[in-house]
């Protein structure tokens, strides 16, 4: 009677299996080859003697020598088209890579908005050409300003177009009018539609009514920002998990007020754990360390010196993206 569960068929198969898979041209060439180079060196190794006696021997030896080379050279052709097939698909794949590097960047905001007595500072630099990190500034018509910061789990082209589709549907969202938690209820619900389950993002949502000075969020899973003052430091983490989990998630919503001078950073994990891999964790306390000790600076000059800590850190390959906004309230017009 067949059986299937039987270890030493198993075995047999697996090995027939192998056999298979690694008897592919280019082994079938090199076992040739060598085959080919033994014959003729045996050949000339016993006749040596005979190479003057006898016209068989020599044209035999001719025969496997000719025989191998020939081999040699079809095996060398061979690995020149495909060299050659590889460096054509190697350069198809950068020019597509650029092609969505370029339309990354310009998801970004190219210039901040400059009402809302608030000033910004922001960047994103991709750990492999093309980022799942998000960030986004954008003056709505009933005077509102949306902050947003996102990242998106995973690497490369995929995580790269499921953060194009959350940055349209953040902005989409945000002209309804609803509040910051309908908001990223509503982001949630699309998010797991949309994306495998192994995919999710990380979001801080803010919503900045100007005239009261008030900061209205949700963060739903990402690194709390900091909201930096003269005296103290509070970590924005009010709102619940992360986007694209669990479609019926519920998400609560935080409020802060800024008074003049009062410095927002928003930042990915590629900021803080910059340097984990080799045991030199930037982390959260000296992210908050550094801004305090230089908060009455430009904020492009803020970001220069933390941009500077996390080189330090993990060199000129970062292993992850590194995102970093930062916002500065300012004073009230007399």
């Known amino acids: 009677m067949r059986n299937d569960g039987d270890p030493r068929r198993q075995s047999l198969l697996a090995s027939s299996g192998g056999l298979r ?9 090199v076992t040739y080859l060598v085959l080919f180079l033994l014959i003729a060196s045996a050949l000339l190794y016993l006749g040596s003697d005979l190479l003057r006696q006898s016209i068989v021997l020599p044209w035999v030896v001719t025969f496997a020598a000719t025989t191998a080379i020939s081999i040699l050279l079809l095996s060398l052709y061979r690995f020149k088209v495909q060299l050659e097939e590889s460096r054509n698909e190697l350069m198809r794949t950068e020019a597509e890579l650029d092609f969505a590097r370029q339309v990354q960047q310009a998801l970004f905001p190219k210039t ?30 009933d005077g509102r300003m949306i902050i947003a910061i996102a990242d998106i789990s995973g690497k490369g082209i995929s995580a790269a177009i499921l953060m194009a589709n959350l940055q349209a549907l953040v902005r989409a969202v945000a002209h309804s009018g609803q509040a910051p938690a309908e908001v990223c209820r509503r982001l949630n619900h699309h998010l797991v539609e ?12 803010g919503e900045w009514l100007a005239a009261e000075r008030r900061l209205r969020y949700v963060n739903a899973g990402h690194n709390p920002p900091m909201l930096i003052s003269s005296e103290s430091c509070h970590r924005l983490d009010s709102g619940g998990m992360p986007l694209g989990i669990f479609a019926e998630a519920a ?21 803080t754990e910059a340097g984990l891999k ?20 430009p904020l ?32 009230l017009p007399a």
């Open 21 to 29: 898979f690694f008897m592919n041209q280019r082994f079938r060439d």
């Open 112 to 141: 901040m908005p400059t009402g809302g007595y608030l000033e910004f500072s922001g960047i994103c630099l991709p750990a492999r050409g093309i980022s799942g990190d998000y960030y986004d500034v954008h003056q709505l018509e």
């Open 194 to 205: 949309v994306s495998e389950a192994s995919r999710f993002a990380t979001l801080f949502y």
């Open 251 to 271: 998400f609560e919503m935080g409020e802060a007020v800024l008074t003049a001078g009062d410095l927002l950073v928003l930042y990915s994990d590629g900021v």
């Open 278 to 297: 080799h045991g030199r964790e930037l982390g959260e306390d000296r992210l908050r360390s550094l801004v305090q000790a230089h908060r009455l600076k």
């Open 300 to 331: 492009a000059e803020i970001q220069k010196i933390v941009l500077a800590e996390v080189r330090q850190r993990t060199g000129d390959e970062p292993d992850d993206d590194i995102t970093l906004l930062m916002v500065r309230a300012t004073q």
